[in-house]
């Protein structure tokens, strides 16, 4: 099948364009991803010995998402699939660096494609909740909450669908420097809450 228009130009935001993404694999063959391996991201991981035992054999893919350069502009949406891989550090899961939105006042949709795992919420009172994404099932971050996805599926990878509005940015300084309130572990095959130890007042 092909569009009808004038003027096909890949991801051209001021006429409209489509573009692939696998339900499965989220990839898409117009646009490569942006990798964050477990060197570039390891101090997301509360056990940093177990992070430095991992580096020492290999630097695993942790996660990976499309950029796709839509103009950081209040009437466009940014969007794209993101993949978390499975796997654990320590006893903690794979998961996103987690981040705000430079303006806080700002939502976003995560629609599950693929895996099981889970959004973090939080936001800067403190409230929190971890919710459970399966194929299929949409997330709703609301404004103000940092938001942060985890697999926690022992073999499939987690991929997800995100929309949000293009010139939200991301504070990804704030969590990187007070982390979480919560973890999210495994414990006897289960997830669970776990209080951050090294979460940080700010
Ligand atoms: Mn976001």
Known sequence: MTDFNTDNMPFDCERGFTIDFDLKSGFSSLKETSLR???????????????????????????????????????????????VHPGKVGKEYYMTKGHFHTVLDTGEVYYCLAGHGYM??????GDWSALELRSGKAVYVPRRYAHRSINVDPV???????????????D???????????????????????????WNQG
Do not use: W
């Open 37 to 83: 391996p477990l060197s570039v991201v390891k101090g997301i991981f509360s056990d940093e010995d177990a992070a430095d035992t991992i580096l020492k054999k290999q630097d695993p893919l942790i996660y990976e998402f499309h950029e796709l350069s839509v103009p950081e502009h209040a009437g466009d949406l940014a969007f794209g699939c993101s993949k």
């Open 120 to 125: 973090m919420l939080e936001n800067p009172e």
């Open 156 to 170: 499939e990878p987690l991929v997800t669908f995100f929309v949000f509005r293009a010139d939200a940015g991301h």
């Open 172 to 198: 990804y300084g704030t969590i990187a420097q007070n982390g979480y309130r919560n973890l999210l572990v495994e414990e006897n095959g289960e997830p669970r809450i776990m209080v951050n130890p090294k």
